[in-house]
Structures are given as structure tokens and as C-alpha cells.
């Protein structure tokens, strides 16, 4: 079974109105599904694993990327 | 005689009956007579042909619970046509609330709410501590009616003072709770609010968050014991967090025979099962019986940002955000060099940034110059002889970076698809935030809105099922007692207004708030006369003197 890794980060609308970095996932069981960051957590999570922008997590192991959490 | 008499209207009952031509005639607050040619005559006569006349509307997620004490209207809600609004919102109200954890509080409404300090130190005198307190302080002044809610993290705080926001409360802790949410329920709160998201002015979560289940089991006990509603803002953020917290709600209605309401819940293209995928774990739960109500705004949700504070809307773009993320002195010189400024320049598209910054507009309220108040940048860098990206830049450094820009309809903006899902009978039309987020975007005309897009526009909705969503609907499942429907001895809150113009106003910033403090609105349109309890509160464009909201009594 494959590690967890992410599928697509796009910029979102988020309710307070602030831009947010919705991150599709596929889980080791195949599942997909989606979770919102807010800008912090999001610029954190890209400079904890050297992504220069947001496409850049394409393709990384989610456990990775969600050390910068 | 009656007190009121409304001629000649298209009367939509609230219930969903289709629009019949008939009179209303009110008297001593309440409805005493519908029907085709009243004879008896009235002190006022409303000639509202041409018109609609429904029952007000009814707002269910709001946080005014400061703004009342200075503006009982809550302005500008009371003009798009809302009658009875419910405060008190995501686990914050304004009471109980011991003296010595006033400021505690006011840093919480501040970050959550971005209500102005002077809100809570200019405009109001604290005259109370408890719920009891709070409702005599704004009962008296008001224009709405309002059935506030208790903030479950007041209540928390109240018994365990700082500890409230660091630990799980013990066994003779929940029980004082329950005692205090009791007290507050006998009061007249509608119900309780809690959170399982939001943090306070130093990133840390606020009191309700650090509840374990047995102390919201306890507290819904209690809400039990008067069949009131418990409100949540769930893990939004995350749609299988969300559908766990709709198990848990269903649960706690199911056991406690309590309503339950989760906020917010919207749509976005990034995650287009989102919102199928709540609304069929709602269709199952609610086939078991249990009241588990979604809200849904209706407005789509613009992104705003200024080069002050790093928005994500440049992450695709990394020397933008490489620049962005710098401390804001180094920031300002480095968007000041032309070298750097050329690469972010050419970063930002072969076209100057046109398609991705071109429709951005700038809004008021900021340091932004008059003139370019309302213009797209695209325009603006046109005039300029710039690029978009270009203008982005030196507009920004000719104003300190405090201009800001506006993506609109960057989310839950797909009429198309909001459309069934407003329609949707277990969709509870909320989630406006009214009187909250108030530098960012307003929080008013929800209403309006509804009308002309889902009605005029996309047809999702018949006029007289839109009335129902926002009438009769909220007012039974809030339990707001002979509210929400025109019909005999029901309360005399009535909306009358053209079908065929009724919107929201264009956005604009406006400097109404204590100390002068700033806010977005938006004025109403195509809402002629709004009446509460029985007297004209709003008319032609204009408040009157008229104080007779009340706080609502439940079924």
C-alpha cells in the first residue's frame, strides 16, 4: 500500500473571505478527500517542505507535508 | 379600526400558499385580519399594490449582540427586511460574563467577529454579569426582535475562569454549567452555541474548544429539559471531520429530543462534494429523526487582501511568495527594487498578470484613493500605462500596502448548483454572519440576494418558497413562537416589497461604528415598509422612531 499523497492544491474562497489552499488527498486506502488551510497553515506547510508555491505539493507524501502543520 | 391596514398586496402567507391578492390588517401588534377588501379601515393605510407582503424575514446567524446595545435596529439588517435576528453565534455572547473576564472576552468577539475596541468600551456601559442583566439592557430599544443564544465558552468561563481555555472541566464544574445554562435558558435563551473551530486573539482555541463530549452531552441535557436548540460551527474545513460532527449532533438531538444547526456550510468548485456529501449524511440522520440543520448563506464569498499580510491567492506564484512572506519593512523594499519588481512582474503571466489580476477591484475603506474606489485593476493599469501586476505593485507602495483588492465570487458562487441546494428542504437559509467580520465584507442583504438570483435570475426557487425559507421555516425549527407566518393573532411582523426589484445594494464602506470604526454594507433595494410588532419601524428609505422589537418567546 502507497503512502498518502497529494493530488492537487488549489486557492479557494474561504468563509471569513481570507484566500485558502484546499488540498486533495489520496489516502493509503485509495480514499480521496479534501481539507481547507487557512494562510498560515498553508505558507507553513510549503516552507517546511520547500514548496516555492502551491503546485509544488503535487505529488508529495501528505505525512510529509503535514509535518509543517 | 385597525392600527394598520395593507391594501391591495400580493399577501404570500409564509407557508408556502401561492401569492393571493388580499388586505392584512393589523392592530395591537398582531395580525387581526387577512383578507380581500377589509372594511374596518385603518390609523395608517398602506397601499401596496404592485407589492409583496410577507411575514419579516428572520435571520439566524448573527453576532450582534454588541451592536444592540447602541443600534437596536441592527442596522442595516432591519431595512433589507429582517425582523428577528439570533445573536449570540459560535459559543460568544455577551453574557453571563463576570467583570473581571470582560477583557477576555472582548479579545475573543475582536479576532472572531473583528469588532472594533471601542465597541466594547466606547459605545455601551456594562451594566450587568448575567443573561438575565444582558436581556434588560437591550430589551426597551429595540427595533428587532431577537432571541439571543448562550455562548457555550461564557459559560465555561464563568465557571472556570482562566482554567476555562486550558483544561476539561470536572465533574462539579459541568454540573455549575448546567446550573448556569439553566438560569440563562429561563431567561429566554433560544439555545446554546458552541465551537470546535474558532481561537481567540492569540491563536489560542477558544473555551468551548477544550470541552470533552460528556460536558456538551451534560449541556444538552439541560437544553433537553426546554427542547432549545444547540448551535455548532463544526470542522468546516473538512468534510469528514464535518459528517462526524453530524453523526454527533444527531446523536445528542436524538437522545435530548433537541434541535441541532451546524455553520457554516458552503460550496466551492476546490471541493465540489463537500456539500453533496453533507447534505446526504443530513438526509440520513434526519431520516432517523434526528434535527440536524445545515445553514447556507446565500451570498457568494469574495477573497480580499492587501500586500500587507501574505494572502494566499499569489501561492501559485512563488517569487510572490517569497516576497510576500518577508517581514513587512524588508517586504516594502523589495517590492520597491525595479529588479524585483520586473520578475514579480513576469512571474505573474506572459500577460502582465491581466488574467489572473485584471478583474481585481479595489475597495474602499482602506488607504485607497477615491477615484479608484470600485475600478477594476485591469482598468486602472490601463490608465496607468502599467500591467496589472505592475500596477498591483506601485499602487500598493504608493498607499503603505493598506489597499486592498477584491476577487469576487471566489467561492460558493455557482448559482447553478446553490440554487437546488437553497431549495433543498433540508437546508436551513442562514449563516450571514450579520454584524460580524465587519472590515472584511458586509453581512447584509443575504435577503435580497436570495430574491434576485435564486428567484428572478436561476428560478431555483418560486417567490413563495424563497418567503417560506426564510419565514416560517426558521421560526419552527428555532421554535420562535407565532412568528414567521402571516396568519391571525401571529405577531404583526411584516415585510412589504417589489418582487421584481428586491437585491442587495452594491458593497461600501462606511465609518458608523463606535470610535468611528469602519464596516462594509450594503443598503437594501425594492423594500418599501418593514413593520415590527405592529408599528412601522422602516419606510421609503428611511428608519422611524419606532422601539417595539422584542425578545422573542418560544413555542
Same mark, same amino acid.
Given at each position: 500500500?502507497?503512502?498518502?499523497?497529494?493530488?492537487?492544491?488549489?486557492?479557494?474562497?474561504?468563509?471569513?473571505?481570507?484566500?485558502?489552499?484546499?488540498?486533495?488527498?489520496?489516502?493509503?486506502?485509495?480514499? &480521496?478527500?479534501?481539507?481547507?488551510?487557512?494562510?498560515?497553515?498553508?505558507?507553513?506547510?510549503?516552507?517546511?517542505?520547500?514548496?516555492?508555491?502551491?503546485?509544488?505539493? &503535487?505529488?508529495?507524501?501528505?505525512?510529509?507535508?503535514?509535518?509543517?502543520? | 379600526?385597525? +392600527?394598520?391596514?395593507?391594501?391591495?398586496?400580493?399577501?404570500? +402567507?409564509?407557508?408556502?400558499?401561492?401569492?393571493?391578492?388580499?388586505?392584512?390588517?393589523?392592530?395591537?401588534?398582531?395580525?387581526?385580519?387577512?383578507?380581500?377588501?377589509?372594511?374596518?379601515?385603518? %390609523?395608517?393605510?398602506? $397601499?401596496?399594490?404592485?407589492?409583496?407582503?410577507?411575514?419579516?424575514?428572520?435571520?439566524?446567524?448573527?453576532?450582534?449582540?454588541?451592536?444592540?446595545?447602541?443600534?437596536?435596529?441592527?442596522?442595516?439588517?432591519?431595512?433589507?427586511?429582517?425582523?428577528?435576528?439570533?445573536?449570540?453565534?459560535?459559543?460568544?455572547?455577551?453574557?453571563?460574563?463576570?467583570?473581571?473576564?470582560?477583557?477576555?472576552?472582548?479579545?475573543?468577539?475582536?479576532?472572531?467577529?473583528?469588532?472594533?475596541?471601542?465597541?466594547?468600551?466606547?459605545?455601551?456601559?456594562?451594566?450587568? @454579569? /448575567?443573561?438575565?442583566?444582558?436581556?434588560?439592557? *437591550?430589551?426597551? /430599544?429595540?427595533?428587532?426582535?431577537?432571541?439571543?443564544?448562550?455562548?457555550?465558552?461564557?459559560?465555561?468561563?464563568?465557571?472556570?475562569?482562566?482554567?476555562?481555555?486550558?483544561?476539561?472541566?470536572?465533574?462539579?464544574?459541568?454540573?455549575?454549567?448546567?446550573?448556569?445554562?439553566?438560569?440563562?435558558?429561563?431567561?429566554?435563551?433560544?439555545?446554546?452555541?458552541?465551537?470546535?473551530?474558532?481561537?481567540?486573539?492569540?491563536?489560542?482555541?477558544?473555551?468551548?474548544?477544550?470541552?470533552?463530549?460528556?460536558?456538551?452531552?451534560?449541556?444538552?441535557?439541560?437544553?433537553?429539559?426546554?427542547?432549545?436548540?444547540?448551535?455548532?460551527?463544526?470542522?468546516?474545513?473538512?468534510?469528514?471531520? /464535518?459528517?462526524?460532527?453530524?453523526?454527533? =449532533?444527531?446523536?445528542?438531538?436524538?437522545?435530548?429530543?433537541?434541535?441541532?444547526?451546524?455553520?457554516?456550510?458552503?460550496?466551492? %468548485?476546490?471541493?465540489?462534494?463537500?456539500?453533496?456529501?453533507?447534505?446526504?449524511?443530513? +438526509?440520513?440522520?434526519?431520516?432517523?429523526?434526528?434535527?440536524?440543520?445545515?445553514?447556507?448563506?446565500?451570498?457568494?464569498?469574495?477573497?480580499?487582501?492587501?500586500?500587507?499580510?501574505?494572502?494566499?491567492?499569489?501561492?501559485?506564484?512563488?517569487?510572490?511568495?517569497?516576497?510576500?512572506?518577508?517581514?513587512?519593512?524588508?517586504?516594502?523594499?523589495?517590492?520597491?527594487?525595479?529588479?524585483?519588481?520586473?520578475? =514579480?512582474?513576469?512571474?505573474?503571466?506572459? +500577460?502582465?498578470?491581466?488574467?489572473?489580476?485584471?478583474?481585481?477591484?479595489?475597495?474602499?475603506?482602506?488607504?485607497?484613493?477615491?477615484?479608484?474606489?470600485?475600478?477594476?485593476?485591469?482598468?486602472?493599469?490601463?490608465? %496607468?500605462?502599467?500591467?496589472?501586476?505592475?500596477?498591483?505593485?506601485?499602487?500598493?507602495?504608493?498607499?503603505?500596502?493598506?489597499?486592498?483588492?477584491?476577487?469576487?465570487?471566489?467561492?460558493? $458562487?455557482? /448559482?447553478?448548483?446553490?440554487?437546488?441546494?437553497?431549495?433543498?428542504?433540508?437546508?436551513?437559509?442562514?449563516?450571514?454572519?450579520?454584524?460580524?467580520?465587519?472590515?472584511?465584507?458586509?453581512?447584509?442583504?443575504?435577503?435580497?440576494?436570495?430574491?434576485? @438570483?435564486?428567484? %428572478?435570475?436561476?428560478?431555483?426557487?418560486?417567490?413563495?418558497? !424563497?418567503?417560506?425559507?426564510?419565514?416560517?421555516?426558521?421560526?419552527?425549527?428555532?421554535?420562535?413562537?407565532?412568528?414567521? *407566518?402571516?396568519?391571525?393573532?401571529? !405577531?404583526?411582523?411584516?415585510?412589504?416589497?417589489?418582487?421584481?426589484?428586491? $437585491?442587495?445594494?452594491?458593497?461600501?464602506?462606511?465609518?458608523?461604528?463606535?470610535?468611528?470604526?469602519?464596516?462594509?454594507?450594503?443598503?437594501?433595494?425594492?423594500?418599501?415598509?418593514?413593520?415590527?410588532?405592529?408599528?412601522?419601524?422602516?419606510?421609503?428609505?428611511?428608519?422611524?422612531?419606532?422601539?417595539?422589537?422584542?425578545?422573542?418567546?418560544?413555542?
Amino acid at each position: 500500500m502507497s503512502d498518502a499523497v497529494v493530488l492537487a492544491a488549489d486557492i479557494a474562497a474561504g468563509h471569513d473571505g481570507d484566500a485558502e489552499l484546499v488540498v486533495t488527498v489520496r489516502y493509503e486506502n485509495g480514499v &480521496v478527500g479534501v481539507v481547507a488551510l487557512d494562510s498560515d497553515s498553508a505558507f507553513d506547510i510549503m516552507q517546511s517542505c520547500g514548496a516555492a508555491s502551491s503546485a509544488d505539493l &503535487v505529488g508529495r507524501p501528505w505525512h510529509e507535508v503535514l509535518k509543517g502543520v | 379600526m385597525f +392600527d394598520i391596514l395593507i391594501k391591495n398586496g400580493m399577501v404570500i +402567507d409564509g407557508v408556502g400558499s401561492k401569492a393571493v391578492l388580499s388586505d392584512v390588517g393589523i392592530k395591537d401588534g398582531k395580525i387581526l385580519a387577512i383578507g380581500e377588501n377589509l372594511k374596518d379601515g385603518g %390609523r395608517q393605510v398602506l $397601499d401596496a399594490a404592485g407589492l409583496v407582503v410577507s411575514p419579516g424575514f428572520i435571520d439566524p446567524h448573527t453576532h450582534f449582540d454588541a451592536q444592540l446595545l447602541w443600534d437596536g435596529a441592527a442596522k442595516p439588517a432591519l431595512e433589507h427586511g429582517v425582523t428577528s435576528i439570533i445573536p449570540g453565534n459560535c459559543s460568544l455572547s455577551l453574557a453571563p460574563l463576570k467583570a473581571e473576564d470582560r477583557k477576555t472576552l472582548i479579545g475573543m468577539f475582536q479576532q472572531i467577529e473583528e469588532l472594533p475596541p471601542a465597541a466594547f468600551t466606547d459605545a455601551f456601559e456594562w451594566t450587568w @454579569e /448575567t443573561f438575565s442583566g444582558y436581556r434588560a439592557a *437591550i430589551e426597551g /430599544t429595540l427595533s428587532v426582535n431577537v432571541a439571543p443564544l448562550v455562548g457555550h465558552s461564557v459559560i465555561r468561563l464563568w465557571v472556570m475562569g482562566a482554567d476555562a481555555q486550558q483544561r476539561a472541566a470536572r465533574p462539579e464544574e459541568i454540573s455549575a454549567m448546567q446550573d448556569l445554562l439553566r438560569e440563562c435558558l429561563n431567561a429566554g435563551a433560544v439555545g446554546l452555541s458552541t465551537s470546535f473551530v474558532d481561537v481567540d486573539e492569540n491563536a489560542r482555541p477558544v473555551p468551548s474548544r477544550f470541552a470533552q463530549f460528556q460536558e456538551l452531552d451534560a449541556l444538552c441535557a439541560v437544553l433537553g429539559e426546554f427542547g432549545r436548540m444547540l448551535q455548532i460551527v463544526p470542522e468546516f474545513y473538512d468534510t469528514d471531520i /464535518t459528517i462526524a460532527r453530524i453523526d454527533q =449532533l444527531a446523536e445528542l438531538s436524538l437522545k435530548h429530543k433537541i434541535p441541532t444547526t451546524l455553520s457554516p456550510v458552503f460550496d466551492n %468548485r476546490q471541493s465540489p462534494n463537500n456539500v453533496p456529501r453533507t447534505l446526504a449524511r443530513i +438526509d440520513e440522520q434526519m431520516a432517523r429523526g434526528a434535527r440536524v440543520w445545515p445553514q447556507m448563506q446565500t451570498r457568494p464569498i469574495d477573497i480580499s487582501f492587501s500586500l500587507l499580510r501574505p494572502s494566499l491567492f499569489f501561492a501559485r506564484l512563488p517569487s510572490w511568495v517569497k516576497i510576500l512572506r518577508l517581514p513587512v519593512t524588508e517586504r516594502i523594499s523589495a517590492l520597491r527594487d525595479p529588479v524585483t519588481a520586473d520578475k =514579480l512582474v513576469a512571474d505573474a503571466g506572459e +500577460d502582465g498578470g491581466e488574467r489572473l489580476m485584471g478583474r481585481l477591484i479595489v475597495r474602499g475603506g482602506g488607504e485607497a484613493p477615491e477615484h479608484l474606489v470600485g475600478r477594476t485593476l485591469g482598468d486602472i493599469a490601463a490608465e %496607468r500605462g502599467e500591467v496589472p501586476a505592475r500596477a498591483l505593485i506601485t499602487l500598493s507602495l504608493e498607499n503603505d500596502l493598506e489597499i486592498a483588492f477584491l476577487a469576487a465570487n471566489g467561492g460558493h $458562487d455557482s /448559482t447553478d448548483r446553490i440554487g437546488p441546494m437553497l431549495a433543498n428542504p433540508l437546508v436551513h437559509i442562514g449563516a450571514s454572519d450579520g454584524g460580524a467580520h465587519l472590515t472584511s465584507f458586509s453581512t447584509y442583504g443575504d435577503t435580497g440576494y436570495l430574491f434576485s @438570483e435564486f428567484v %428572478r435570475k436561476s428560478g431555483a426557487l418560486t417567490l413563495e418558497h !424563497a418567503v417560506q425559507k426564510i419565514t416560517s421555516e426558521p421560526a419552527e425549527i428555532w421554535g420562535l413562537k407565532d412568528r414567521g *407566518i402571516l396568519k391571525t393573532g401571529y !405577531a404583526a411582523d411584516v415585510v412589504i416589497f417589489d418582487p421584481l426589484t428586491i $437585491d442587495r445594494g452594491i458593497e461600501r464602506p462606511v465609518f458608523d461604528m463606535p470610535g468611528g470604526g469602519m464596516r462594509y454594507v450594503r443598503d437594501s433595494i425594492g423594500v418599501d415598509t418593514v413593520v415590527v410588532n405592529g408599528q412601522i419601524a422602516w419606510a421609503k428609505g428611511a428608519y422611524t422612531n419606532a422601539q417595539t422589537g422584542q425578545i422573542c418567546e418560544l413555542a
